[in-house]
């Protein structure tokens, strides 16, 4: 029974994860497609989160849990080799594809975006004159600074 429970609560997640998907536009011509997107995302966070780091590990999970796989999606056609993967992922719309992921992170988190979170108890004297360390605020502007550069870069503009 318990089984079952945990079966429903992991397909509900993975309704969720994709629905902040479905405005992804999929590029491709629709009577080509052997490998439907949202099988395809569904695959990529499954083997990521079980550690895959390449498309290559990515496929070989696909090989390797597609029982784990279809209890969330048919998988009627299995799971794409690395190379028809990797050409499925590099002709989506990587500003779209962030906006999405961006827009689930922060659902999972609660989060808004933008929002670095900094421990208090780690702020609290955070710059030791004895062991030599950074203030935190330095730290703070470090982290400020690095993401207005990706975000930038990924805008095509410069930071101010």
Known sequence: MA??????????????????????KDPRQQGKVTYPLDE?????????????ETVVDIALFGCKKRELLRRFRPFKDGTPAHD???????????????????????????????VIAI?????RRSGGKKDGKAPLINNCCVMWALVRLCSSTLDG???A
Not at 40 to 49: D, F, K, N, R
């Open 157 to 159: 503009t410069r930071a």
């Open 40 to 52: 395809i995302l569904l695959l990529c966070l499954l083997a990521v989160l079980a550690g895959a």
């Open 119 to 123: 421990d208090g108890k780690t702020a």
């Open 84 to 114: 028809h993967l990797g050409d499925i992922l590099a002709v989506l719309d990587a500003e779209q594809f962030q906006s999405c992921f961006v827009a689930w992170v922060a659902a999972l988190t609660r989060a808004p975006e933008g």
């Open 3 to 24: 089984d079952a429970t945990t079966d429903c609560a992991a397909f509900d997640e993975t309704v969720v994860f994709l629905s902040y998907f479905k405005d992804l």
